[in-house]
C-alpha cells in the first residue's frame, strides 16, 4: 500500500495542503480560509490536492488509510486571542502583585509601532487584558531568588480564593507566583488545593501553572504565557479535533499532529498546547533550512508574501533562531518562538485614501480569504485589495486565478478602484493600480531592510521569497538592495506547509540558570548547574514521548546552551557539542562553541580580551526523525524552454504603460531553462513576475535563480554570486 504524508498551513487568507509520497514527491491544494470552521477549508484543499493526484472518490479510502502522518498548522489559537473568546480563565498571584495582567510592561504599549508613534504618548494603548482584574487574587506566599521559603503560603487564602473565582464562573486557573522556576513548591501546593476544591464543586476547570508552563525568568512574561495555556488552549484543540474528526472519518488510522511555534511536530492533545500559538510562519523557516542545506548556505533571508500578513526572518550561520521572550499580540510571553517578525501587508490588504492627507493608505487591514478581492465577488464590494491591483495591471491572470477554479470580475475590480482611488486621485487607473504595488512593495522591503536586517550585510545573505503572493512581489520587494542571490521555488503557493512536513516531531523544554565560567578553577559550580538543569529537562521529555508511545531508541536528545560574554545584554543560542559539563574539557568544547558561532554573528570586536561566559537559560530538544519531502535532482536541460511551457503573450502595465510579457506554465518549465523578462509564470497556486531587467534560471532541484541583467551582459554581477552559491551546494 502507498505511504503518504499530508501537511497543511492554514493562514489568515488561504489554506495550503501538500501530500507527500514515500519516494519524495508531492501536490499541493489550495483553498480559503475557513475561520468559522478550518475543518472545511482543510478538506476542500486537500480535494484539490487529490485532484492532481488523480485519486477519485472510489480509490479515496485506500488513499487515507495510506496516510502515516497528518500535520496542521492553523489559526485557531490565535484567533481565540485576537476574538478574546477564549475559556473565563482565573488567576491566583503573589500578593501585592494583581495588577501584573493588567498592567504588564510599559514596552507592551507600543509593540511594533514606528519610532514616530512611539514617541507620542497617545499613541501608546495597553492591550485588553485576557484576565479581567476581578478575576485575580492575591496569595500571601513569598519565595527569594535562591528558592528559599521567606513566607510559607497561606493555603486557607488560596482555597477561599478560588471558591469565590468559581463562583464568578471561571472555566480555567492559572497560578503564577514569584521565583517559582527555582522552587515551584508553593506553586504545586497551590494546585493541589485549587484541583480539591474544584472537585468538590462538582465542576471540571483544568489548572495551569507557570512553573510548568515557562520555569524562567521574567515574571511578567511568564505570566502572559500560562494565562495563555489556560485561556486558549481548549477553544484550539476544538478546532483542532475537528479536522482530525473529518480525516477519520474518511479514513485516516492516526491522531492529527500539530506544528510548534518553535519548530517541530506534536500531537494535538500535546499538554502544552500554547506552544503551539503561532505555528503558521514556523513551516516557511524550517522549510528554508532545509532549501539552505540543498544550495550550500548558511545565510538566508526567508520572506512569506501572503493575503494578509508579510512575515520575514533571517537564518545566520545555519542557525535557526529563537526568540524566547517573543512580542506577541502587545504581550511579551515566555513562549519559545522562531524569530519570525511580521507586518500587516500581503495580497489582501486594503487599499484607502486617508480623509486627512487625501494619500494612498495600505491596511493594515485584509480581505482575507473571506470576502477576499473585490474581483472575487465574495462579499467585498468596497474596498480594493493589493490583488485587484495585480489583475488590472495584467500580472495576474484572470482566467487561472487559483487553477481557474475561482471565476474573477475585472471589470468589477476596475470599477471599484476607479470610483474609491483613481478618480479621487486624479490619476489614470491603472498608474495608480501600479503606485499601489510599488508602494506594498516598498513597505515589505522597508521591513526587510530596515528593520530585520540592521547590523548584518545584505551581501552575505540569499532572499528566499514564499507564499502565495511571494514570487509575484518578490522582485519588487527584492529591489536594489545588494543581496548575494535571489531565489524563490515552484511549490512557494504552498511553502510553509511543504516545510512543516520538514519537521521532525520534536518537544522543547528551557529553564533558567545562573552560570557563570570565570577563572578556570571556579568552573566546577556552574558546570554542575547546566548539567543538572539539562538532566531535569531530559527526565521530562523523555517521560512525554515515551507515554507518546516511542521507543528509546527512538528519541534523540540535543542540549543547548544560551551563552554570552558576562556583561553583554544578547546571548547566542549554542547547541552543545557535549551532552554533559563533567569537567574541565567538557567546558572548554562548549566555550569553543560558543565563540565559533559568535564570530559567526558577530564582529570580532565585541569579543572581550579576557573573557567571563555566562550562560543564563538551557533548553534540550528532543527529536523522533520522520519521512519528509526531498528535492529531488534532475539532469539539467536545455535553457529554452519547452514549447509546452509557452502559454502565449499578455499585455502588463509597467513603468506607466502597456508592455507585451512573455508568458509560461511553471509546471512545464524544466531544470536548465533560462528567461528573461518582461514575463509572467504562473501555477495554480502561485504566479512569479519577472520585470524588464530581471533574469531566471531553474537548477537541478528546481530551484529558480533570479538576477539583474545588466546592459551587453548576460548576467549582472549578482549573477556571478549565484553561480558561486549553486557550485558551493554542489560541493
Aim: aromatic share 8%; with cysteine.
Amino acid at each position: 500500500m502507498a505511504r503518504y504524508l499530508v501537511a497543511c498551513d492554514a493562514g489568515g487568507t488561504m489554506t495550503d495542503v501538500i501530500v507527500v509520497d514515500e519516494r519524495g514527491r508531492f501536490v499541493i491544494g489550495k483553498a480559503p480560509t475557513t475561520r468559522y470552521d478550518e475543518s472545511v477549508g482543510y478538506m476542500e484543499s486537500l480535494d484539490e490536492a487529490l485532484s492532481y493526484l488523480k485519486i477519485g472518490p472510489a480509490d479515496r479510502p485506500a488513499f487515507f488509510r495510506g496516510i502515516e502522518t497528518a500535520i496542521y498548522t492553523g489559526t485557531s489559537m490565535l484567533n481565540a486571542l485576537l476574538n478574546l473568546d477564549g475559556l473565563p480563565t482565573g488567576l491566583l498571584v503573589t500578593r501585592g502583585f494583581e495588577d501584573m495582567i493588567v498592567q504588564g510592561r510599559g514596552s507592551q504599549s507600543f509593540i511594533g509601532y514606528e519610532w514616530s508613534e512611539i514617541t507620542h504618548m497617545q499613541y501608546r494603548k495597553h492591550r485588553v487584558p485576557l484576565v479581567p482584574r476581578r478575576l485575580t487574587r492575591g496569595i500571601t506566599e513569598r519565595i527569594d531568588l535562591f528558592g528559599q521559603i521567606v513566607i510559607p503560603l497561606y493555603e486557607h487564602e488560596v482555597e477561599r480564593s478560588v471558591r469565590e473565582l468559581l463562583g464568578l464562573g471561571i472555566q480555567a486557573l492559572a497560578v503564577v507566583f514569584l521565583q517559582s522556576f527555582t522552587n515551584s513548591a508553593h506553586e504545586q501546593r497551590a494546585a493541589e488545593i485549587a484541583r480539591r476544591v474544584i472537585r468538590e464543586s462538582g465542576k471540571k476547570v483544568p489548572v495551569v501553572i507557570s512553573s510548568e508552563v515557562a520555569p524562567t525568568l521574567r515574571e511578567i512574561s511568564r505570566a502572559n504565557a500560562t494565562v495563555i495555556q489556560a485561556y486558549a488552549s481548549e477553544p484550539a484543540r476544538k478546532q483542532l479535533v475537528q479536522v482530525e474528526e473529518k480525516l477519520k472519518a474518511a479514513g485516516y488510522a492516526h491522531s492529527l499532529k500539530t506544528v510548534l511555534s518553535y519548530g517541530g511536530v506534536t500531537s494535538i492533545r500535546y499538554p502544552r498546547l500554547f506552544e503551539t500559538v503561532m505555528s503558521g510562519p514556523v513551516g516557511g523557516m524550517m522549510g528554508a533550512a532545509y532549501v539552505a542545506q540543498v544550495i550550500g548556505e548558511q545565510n538566508v533571508v526567508c520572506s512569506d508574501v501572503g493575503g494578509t500578513s508579510f512575515d520575514a526572518g533571517a537564518i545566520t550561520a545555519g542557525i535557526v533562531p529563537i526568540d524566547r521572550e517573543p512580542p506577541f499580540q502587545q504581550m511579551y510571553v515566555n513562549v519559545p518562538m522562531l524569530d519570525i517578525r511580521s507586518i500587516g501587508a500581503g495580497t489582501g490588504t486594503y487599499i484607502r485614501l486617508d480623509p486627512d492627507t487625501h494619500r494612498i493608505k495600505l491596511g493594515p487591514d485584509s480581505a482575507g480569504g473571506t470576502p477576499g478581492p473585490v474581483f472575487q465577488e465574495t462579499g467585498n464590494d468596497e474596498i480594493p485589495t493589493v490583488n485587484d491591483c495585480n489583475l488590472l495591471l495584467g500580472i495576474l491572470n484572470p482566467d487561472y486565478y487559483l487553477g481557474g477554479r475561482v471565476k474573477v470580475n475585472p471589470a468589477k475590480s476596475l470599477r471599484v478602484f476607479r470610483e474609491k482611488i483613481a478618480d479621487p486621485l486624479r490619476l489614470d487607473p491603472y498608474v495608480a493600480a501600479e503606485q499601489c504595488v510599488n508602494l506594498v512593495n516598498v513597505i515589505m522591503r522597508e521591513h526587510l531592510v530596515r528593520s530585520l536586517m540592521v547590523g548584518h550585510d545584505l551581501r552575505d545573505y540569499v532572499l528566499l521569497g514564499y507564499g502565495g503572493g511571494g514570487p509575484l512581489h518578490l522582485l519588487g520587494y527584492a529591489g536594489d538592495a545588494p543581496w548575494k542571490a535571489v531565489i524563490t521555488v515552484p511549490h512557494a503557493g504552498a511553502f510553509s506547509a511543504w516545510g512543516g512536513a520538514c519537521m521532525d516531531y520534536a518537544h522543547r523544554r528551557h529553564k533558567s540558570v545562573s552560570a557563570v565560567f570565570a577563572g578556570r578553577e571556579a568552573w566546577r559550580e556552574p558546570a554542575k548547574s547546566v548539567t543538572a538543569a539539562w538532566q531535569e529537562l531530559e527526565e521530562e521529555l523523555l517521560k512525554e514521548l515515551l507515554q507518546e508511545g516511542f521507543s528509546r531508541d527512538q528519541i534523540e536528545l540535543e542540549q543547548i546552551a544560551y551563552m554570552r560574554y558576562f556583561g553583554q545584554l544578547s546571548d547566542v543560542e549554542v547547541s552543545s557539542p557535549v551532552s554533559r559539563l563533567r569537567g574541565d574539557a567538557e567546558v572548554e568544547q562548549l566555550i569553543a562553541r560558543f565563540e565559533e558561532v559568535f564570530t559567526q554573528m558577530f564582529t570580532l570586536a565585541g569579543r572581550p580580551p579576557q573573557p567571563t561566559y555566562h550562560v543564563a537559560e538551557v533548553s534540550v530538544v528532543a527529536k523522533v526523525d520522520t519521512v519528509k519531502p526531498k528535492l529531488a535532482r534532475h539532469r539539467l536541460e536545455g535553457k529554452k524552454p519547452p514549447r509546452a511551457a509557452s502559454k502565449g503573450t499578455r499585455k502588463v502595465f509597467q513603468k506607466g504603460r502597456w508592455h507585451v510579457a512573455q508568458l509560461f506554465e511553471m509546471g512545464e518549465l524544466r531544470p536548465g531553462n533560462e528567461i528573461d523578462g518582461l514575463a509572467v509564470i504562473e501555477a495554480p497556486n502561485t504566479t512569479l513576475f519577472v520585470p524588464h531587467d530581471w533574469h531566471v534560471r531553474i537548477d537541478e532541484h528546481l530551484i529558480y535563480w533570479l538576477d539583474r541583467r545588466s546592459p551587453g551582459k548576460s548576467r549582472s554581477a549578482r549573477s556571478a554570486a549565484a553561480r558561486r552559491a549553486i557550485r558551493g551546494g554542489r560541493r
